[in-house]
Every structure is written in C-alpha cells, then in structure tokens.
C-alpha cells in the first residue's frame, strides 16, 4: 500500500516516514500543495492542512476526485469548526497534532479496510428511499427531494447504514464498528462531527434523530 505524506514540517515528515516505512508502507513525502498534486496515485493521502503555498482545503477538495483514494488529514486545527470544514471538504478521517503513532496507524488500516470493502460491495437490488431521501449503494449516488447530494465517503457510509435500518435505533459502538472498523475513543467523537455535517446536509427533509445515551435514529 503506497501512502503520501504532505507535510511542510521536516521534523514531522521524518518521524511519520519512519513509522510508517517500519509498518511496512511504501512512502512519499512531498512539502507542497502543488507537489501533492502532481505526486503518483496513492491507495492514503496524510494531508496536512497548513501547507505554504496553498490552503489545505482546497487541495482535499481537489484529491477527492482521485478514485480509490482516501484521505487523512493531519493538522493542529482541532476546533470542531475546524474539524467540521475538513470532514465536508472530503476528509475520511481527520487527526489533529500532536498524535501517537499507533493511533495513526490504526486510522490508516481502518480507512484502508473500508476502502478494500467499498471495492468488493455487490451491487443492491434497488435504492433505499426513506422520505424524500433516495440512497443507491451500487452507484453510491443520493438525492434529496429529487437533488443530487453531495456528500463525503464516510458521511455516505453513515447515511446508508442509518437509512438502511430507518426508523430503528443504531447504537453508537455499531456505527463505529461499522463505519469505521475501529474501537478506540477517537472516531466516536468524530460520529458526532459526521452526524452534524449531515444533518446540515439534509435539512428538513429527513432527521437524525439523537437518542440519549444509545445512538442515532433516521426519520422521515
């Protein structure tokens, strides 16, 4: 698996080369916005968001349009704000400075399992429609009332599991399992980010309900 380390900081890059080459990836580290985008295919983009020449943002935008590609941001801007603006630019997981390497490695594996998974997904016998909410999984297209959705990998993800079981109450531990194949403290909060992004997406047409202390309800 080939990873590509964006990262102005030389102390930084050399430390996550390191641990990520003793982990057993092959990897490219390049200093710009403009490097990244000319740099070869890669299966992990490590994105820092404070790059010289160019605001972060724009270049996740950009390499969301690269199939099979997933993205990582790796940035000291932890606000939820913050964190919010990453997830919806396209991000499939965002980390935030200072980090410990195994955290970050067990977040590379974990996109990457969801990236083999979404390869090898059979097609769905039909579209799930839950209100004026129409999900296809074969193509991965979302409308609403009609519309087009746009939405990020993992905000797709969650949005097809919870309509796939619309109505019901989906426990946190579940959509965590499933969405993101992991179980430290970390992606939990980033649920919280993912289900805001969303309910902002969606609007009035369909809800997110939050039930206290269990999970997540998708009403119509």
């Known amino acids: 698996m080939r990873v590509l380390v964006v990262e102005d900081d030389d102390r930084v890059a050399r430390g996550l080369l390191t641990a990520l080459r003793h982990a057993g990836y092959e990897v490219h580290r390049v200093a710009t ?13 490590l994105l820092d968001l404070g790059l010289p020449d160019r605001d972060g943002l724009d270049v996740l935008r950009e ?19 913050e964190r919010v603006l990453g997830l919806r630019a396209g991000a499939d997981d965002y980390v935030v400075k200072p980090f410990g390497t195994s955290e970050l490695l067990a977040r590379i594996e974990a996109v990457l399992r969801r990236t083999r998974a979404h390869r090898a997904e059979p097609e769905s016998d039909g579209p799930i429609q839950v209100g004026a909410l129409e999900i296809s999984a074969s193509t991965r297209a979302v409308t609403l009332a009609g519309a087009p959705l746009s939405l990020t990998r993992k ?10 079981r619309a109505g019901e109450v989906v426990s946190r ?9 992991a179980h430290w403290e970390a992606p939990s909060r980033t649920l919280d980010t993912h289900i805001a992004a969303l309910r902002g997406k969606l609007g009035e047409h369909v809800k997110i309900e939050t039930v206290r202390g269990v999970g997540y309800r998708l009403a119509g």
Do not use: S
Request: net charge negative; charged share 25%.
């Open 33 to 45: 916005a403009a490097d990244a985008l000319k740099a070869a295919p890669a299966d992990v983009v």
């Open 63 to 81: 390499l969301r349009h690269r199939p099979g590609t997933a993205v990582i941001t790796v940035t000291a801007r932890g606000e939820e704000r």
């Open 155 to 164: 905000e797709f993800d969650l949005l097809a599991l919870l309509a796939a």
């Open 173 to 181: 531990d579940f959509i965590v399992d499933q969405v993101w194949q």
